[in-house]
């Protein structure tokens, strides 16, 4: 089956402006969860949603939103970018997002490439 | 605040011979433990998971060991092929009944894994 799907996987950005990312799960998981990775501070969640509501967030400015679909797919939203910004951003996905899925791990995407200049 | 270490950078093993690969944890609150692998422009590749409730896991090659009173854990490679070469993440989750941290994963900084044919 389709594996996780992110678009597009490479983008360059003036400061200021916005961006934003799309993430298509696994057909049939609803829990979509976003990821940023830059080389200083690692792989930090962003915020997981499910069923079109956004459940879990983490330590990000309100810049950062995003929204999940009826058919599962997600998008991210960056607002006002700043250099800072610039990371490799990854989706993942689950069937719910639970402690059960954990056993098989979260299917990450291949990521989109920010760069903000 | 880092809760997921792995403190060693990087890691060098000639093919055939075991990799042991470390992490550290600081929350006990973590029931799930996980090991991705990453390669260059892609996304982490999920490798195996422990729960809490168990000492070690094994996936053909993967054995991931856990010792909860020390907060450590290790995933051994063995044998180590040169396909092998590759950053490894250590994750863990906090989950629990009333979990409002579905889809988050906290990660380390990764180790970088050189196998040398």
């Known amino acids: 089956k389709a594996g996780v799907t992110q678009t597009p996987r490479y983008l360059i950005k003036t400061r200021g402006q916005q961006v934003t990312l799309s993430c298509s799960p696994i057909s049939g998981h609803r829990s979509v969860s976003w990821y940023q990775q830059t080389p200083g501070q690692g792989l930090q969640f962003l915020f997981e949603?499910?069923?079109?509501?956004?459940?879990n967030k983490g330590n990000f400015p309100g810049r950062f939103s995003g929204r999940q679909f009826s058919n599962s797919r997600s998008e991210m939203n960056v607002s006002t970018l700043e250099l800072g910004d610039s990371a490799l951003y990854l989706c993942?996905?689950?069937?719910?997002?639970?402690?059960?899925?954990?056993?098989?791990?979260?299917?990450f995407g291949s990521g989109t490439r920010l760069t903000v200049v | 605040d880092q809760q997921v270490k792995q403190n060693s950078p990087s890691l060098s093993v000639q093919e055939g011979r075991i990799s042991i690969l470390n992490c550290d944890y600081t929350?006990?609150?973590?029931?799930?433990f996980l090991w991705y692998k990453k390669y260059p422009a892609e996304g982490p590749t999920f490798l195996i998971s422990?729960?809490?409730?168990?000492d070690k896991n094994e996936d053909g090659r993967f054995t991931v060991f856990l010792n909860k009173s020390a907060k450590h854990l290790s995933l051994h490679i063995v044998p180590s092929q040169p396909g092998d070469s590759a950053v490894y993440f250590c994750?863990?989750?906090?989950?629990?009944?009333?979990?409002?941290?579905?889809?988050?994963?906290?990660f380390g900084q990764g180790t970088t894994l050189q196998v040398k044919p």
């Open positions: 929350n006990s609150m973590f029931d799930y």
């Open positions: 949603y499910f069923s079109e509501t956004q459940r």
């Open positions: 993942a996905s689950s069937s719910v997002g639970g402690r059960y899925d954990l056993n098989y791990g979260y299917t």
């Open positions: 422990i729960s809490s409730i168990k």
């Open positions: 994750a863990a989750s906090r989950g629990g009944v009333y979990s409002s941290n579905t889809g988050k994963l906290i």
